[in-house]
Structures are given as C-alpha cells and as structure tokens.
C-alpha cells in the first residue's frame, strides 16, 4: 500500500473508487451529495437527476424517514466522510432534517469541520449570513409541516376510532369469529368486549354476515 500510495496520483476518483474512502492524506476537496426520500415506493431519480449537473464526486443515498436521524445509516457515512473544503449539496432542506434540532446539530456539525451546506431547489447556504438565515427559517418551516402532518393524522384515528373503523395497525377485525359468537346467542356488546373492539364494528359487520 505504500508503494501504491507513493506512485499513483493523489485523485478523487482514485481515493473514492479504488480505495472505496479517503485517503487520511487526501487534500482535494470534494462535491458531495445527500439524497433522501421516505418510503422504498419513493424515486431518488429526481434529485438524482438535480446534483448530476453539479459535477458531484460522491452521493450518499437512502430510503428513510427524515424526522430523527435514527437510524440513517447513510446520513451517518456521509458526515463522517465529508472534509474540510468540501461542499455537501442537498436538494431541498427536509431531504436532510425535518427537525430544527436535527438541522442545527447537522449544521453545527459541518460547520466545525468547514464543509459547507447548499441546496438546488432553494436559495440556501452556510456560506453567508443572509443564506445561512434563509437556511433556519426554511428547518422552521419543515418541522412545522412534520407536526402539522402528526396532527392530522391524530385527528384522522380519532374520527376511524369514532366510527369503530380504526384497528391501530393489528390485524383486521375477524367477520366468522363475530358470526359464530352471535351464533353463540352474544349480544353485540358482549361481543365487543371479548374482542375488545368498537361495538359499532360489531353491528357493521353482522350487517354483513
């Protein structure tokens, strides 16, 4: 390795593809990009597509949800092997945080290695303080979109536990097992409390029994 490292030029391409990281010696810096989209039913295309244009050297990537940096894996590669002089390129600024906590830390982060944070699709950047202001207001604006999804998806349960629909994720509500204990001469109600369900369910299903 120190016969290779001595004679081959000390490149990106090299560094990156050959030795599969960086090399501790490396001093070029380097594009990077952080892709991100929440569920695997999810394209990468697009951003994809955004960062190509940008002569990008390395693109971490990942299907995750973006409220925590819980289990990010690629997150966590990406600012470890980001450098000093290096330039992390994002999209948009919930692809990386949907917390401004989260955003602060990853900032902080980036800030004291001296990588600096831009994104294609808005005109942010840690690179000044007026873009550096923008960049705060917009990790406002997505954590307020993150809890205000949180809250309609509450008030959403609560309306399907009104209505006796809403099974919590569990498996579906058996339509023989409710027959065969009205068969049993249960009442509706007896019934919804042995399987500890809604007794609305109970009526909708008999209904269709």
Do not use: W
Request: hydrophobic residues 40%; contains cysteine; charged residues 30%.
């Amino acid at each position: 390795m120190l016969f290779l490292g001595y004679f081959l030029p000390d490149t990106t391409l090299f560094n990156v593809f050959v030795l599969g990281s960086r090399c501790r010696y490396h001093t070029l810096t380097m594009k990077v990009a952080y892709l991100r989209v929440s569920s695997t039913s999810q394209s990468l295309e697009v951003q994809r597509d955004a960062v190509k244009k940008l002569n990008i050297e390395k693109i971490f990537e990942e299907k995750v949800s973006g409220t925590s940096t819980q289990g990010r894996v690629k997150l966590k590669e990406c600012l470890e092997f980001v450098r000093e002089g290096d330039e992390l390129v994002i999209t948009r600024i919930d692809r990386l945080a949907r917390s401004v906590l989260d955003l602060q830390l990853i900032i902080k982060e980036l800030t004291e290695k001296g990588v600096s944070l831009t994104a294609t699709e808005q005109p942010i950047s840690t690179k000044d303080a007026t873009s550096k202001c923008f960049l705060d207001m917009l990790g406002v604006f997505a954590e307020l979109e993150t809890n205000l999804r949180k809250e309609r998806q509450m008030e959403g349960i609560a309306k399907a536990k009104e209505k006796g629909v809403y099974t919590g994720g569990k498996a579906k509500i058996d339509g023989e097992q409710v027959k065969k204990l009205k068969e049993e001469g249960m009442g509706a109600t007896a019934i919804a409390r042995q399987l500890k369900i809604d007794r609305t369910s109970v009526y909708r299903l008999l209904k269709r029994v």
